[in-house]
């Protein structure tokens, strides 16, 4: 649970697209082994937020500190490496690559030499354990040598959370992992996410209340690119101000 | 281990064992087959390098380079000037033409791999345009259109000194570097290092997201696909025992593309098919037709339209449903 300095923090973050203002002034902080919902409504800048943190999209002005080191201007595989990882709102997997593949590939950048030109892939043991780890974490075993084009949407939503695992992060950033997915499925990522909450940082944007409530431990309100509430789940149901701009389109 | 790379174990098997029939037929033409046929078939393997190579970068990294021909000049090149200049041997003049690849592809890499896929066709072709120029206009080095010709020194082994202008040991020659080529990059593929390739090829922005240095891996791929093609370019060269600026043409930026297209991308052995029905069919039908490319042109889309990944991929696709 929340101790200790904070993990993730962004400063003061802007990101202007021409005269959009998708992100304005965004401050923003993580402890370690929190689990934190954004919401808010369609364009509220949510992705946004995460591309900027993962470097995706490099911040108008303001900063952003992972573990205290600045990560601002760093490019996203080297954000990767310094233990972010996210998933994305649509699915962005190896459509020809199996699912073990897949996975085998993200286990692999923390070996000793992920470009080693010479020795088999089957044959690098410790590797290929941890990939079977990962699918029986998030339950995809079975389908361990599908093509990722044949998996339900379901299932690759789940496909992408087992490959953001699969380089070891510190901080999961997942991006929708429920949205177009069925009750049943949604049942399972939850649980799932539940499962990684234990041992790692995670920040969730949802649109199911249901899964926000249950699983976030702190939950912040984006509307038009700033944060406009920020408190643990009951205290957010029940803001007035979040209940007309969010909620209150729903009930 | 079987059971968890269950659907490529299932998948390899049948690339290995065209590779394999591939190989033996080679083997047993050498001999049996006349001397005009076997020079024809002497072609196709060369081709086949060629293709191979290119794989890597189009099948592999999905990187669709219009500049090969660069590199296969470098290649042949590389082979005339270290035994023009350098009265080097067969062997050594080879490793020319591997190192004039890795200049080559390292000057052009560093450019171009960083552009998205259709500047990088664009970047690519200008490689091949400037580089073509002057090869034309550089009559004092390369000869121009006339070209040069060379005079080769003996291919000396352990055992004794052999001489490429026996057509058979030509033919032996070539099929040892395709064996070569082909056991190398097949281990490259199949490496750590070759599944970051592929799933580039599958999704760039992703293998971003796990933490790869996507840009450093694909002027890998591309390094490499362009050191093959030039080997490729070197063995042609000694083949023919001349080179010209001919060598830098847009016929052999082109000719990969279509080999890998027919044939199958991300196989490694679909550009030999692609080569062998390209080359016997340049042969044959140009005797009757002068505008067999018509024709060739037709028979490619459909191919295309019934199997979108060419001939292998098509009975690949076809073993696994």
């Known amino acids: ?251 | 281990m079987s059971m968890i790379f269950g659907k490529i174990v299932e998948k390899r098997p049948i690339v290995f064992y065209v590779a394999i029939v591939f190989l033996l037929l080679f083997l047993v033409m050498g001999v049996t087959l006349p001397k005009g046929a076997r020079s024809l078939v002497i072609q196709m393997m060369i081709f086949s390098i060629l293709g191979m190579g290119y794989d890597l970068s189009l099948g592999f990294t999905n990187q669709c380079s219009l500049g090969h021909s660069v590199f296969f000049g470098a290649g042949a090149y590389g082979v005339i000037f270290s035994i023009m200049y350098l009265k080097v041997g067969l062997l050594p003049s080879l490793s020319f033409s591997f190192v004039a690849g890795l200049v080559f592809a390292v000057i052009t890499g560093v450019i171009s791999v960083r552009l998205s896929e259709a500047y990088f066709v664009i970047v690519t072709a200008i490689f091949f345009a400037v580089f073509h120029l002057l090869a034309m206009d550089m009559t004092w080095l390369t000869g121009g259109d006339d070209g040069l010709s060379i005079q080769l020194p003996a291919l000396s082994l352990g055992f004794g000194k052999l001489s490429l202008y026996d057509p058979l040991v030509n033919y032996y020659f070539v099929l040892a570097f395709l064996v070569l080529s082909y056991l190398i990059l097949d281990r490259i593929v199949k490496s750590p290092m070759g599944k970051v390739f592929i799933s580039i090829r599958e999704s760039e922005k992703r293998v971003q997201f796990l933490g790869y240095n996507v840009f450093r891996y694909k002027l890998i791929a591309f390094i490499l696909s362009g050191m093959f093609s030039a080997l490729s370019g070197g063995l042609y060269a000694l083949t023919l025992r001349y080179g010209s600026a001919d060598f830098f043409s847009f016929h052999w930026s082109i000719m990969p593309v279509v080999w890998c297209l027919i044939g199958g991308l991300g196989t490694l052995v679909g550009p030999w098919i692609g080569a062998v029905i390209m080359s016997l069919f340049q042969y044959y039908v140009s005797a009757w037709w002068t505008y067999y490319l018509i024709l060739f042109g037709i028979i490619i889309l459909l191919i295309l339209r019934i199997s979108r990944k060419g001939i292998l991929g098509y009975i690949i696709s076809r073993r696994l449903t």
């Not at chain 1, 808010?40 to 205290?68: D, R, W, Y």
């Not at chain 1, 030499?113 to 088999?120: E, F, H, Q, R, T």
């Not at chain 1, 339900?152 to 901080?171: N, R």
């Not at chain 1, 990684?196 to 899964?211: A, G, R």
């Open chain 1, 1 to 251: 649970m929340a101790s200790g300095a904070n993990f993730l923090e962004t400063l003061d973050v802007t990101k202007r697209f021409g005269g959009l203002t998708a992100l304005d002034h965004v401050t923003y902080a993580v402890k370690e082994g929190e689990v934190r919902g954004i919401i808010g409504p369609n364009g509220a800048g949510k992705t946004t937020f995460f591309n900027v943190i993962t470097g995706e999209l490099k911040p108008t002005s303001g900063k952003i500190f992972l573990k205290g080191e600045d990560i601002t201007d760093l490019s996203p595989h080297l954000i990767c490496q310094k233990g972010l990882s996210r998933t994305f709102q649509l699915t962005l997997v190896f459509p020809e690559m199996t699912v073990y593949d897949s996975i085998w590939v993200g286990v692999n950048l923390r070996k000793r030499w992920p470009w080693n030109p010479v020795v088999s892939a089957h044959h690098i043991l410790d590797v290929s354990q941890r990939t079977q780890e990962i699918c029986e974490l998030v339950g995809l075993t079975e389908k361990m040598n599908e093509l990722a084009y044949n998996l339900s949407y379901g299932h690759q939503k789940v496909l992408e959370i087992a490959m953001a695992l699969s380089t070891e992060p510190s901080v999961l950033l997942l991006d929708e992992p429920t949205q177009g997915v069925s009750p049943q499925e949604t049942d399972n990522i939850s649980k799932v996410i539940e499962k990684l909450s234990k041992n790692m940082t995670i920040i969730l944007i949802e649109h199911s209340m249901d899964v926000v409530l249950r699983l976030c431990h702190v939950i912040t309100v984006l509307s038009e690119g700033r944060v406009i509430a920020e408190g643990r789940p009951e205290e957010i149901s029940k803001n007035e101000e979040v209940q007309r701009i969010y909620l209150g389109e729903v009930s």
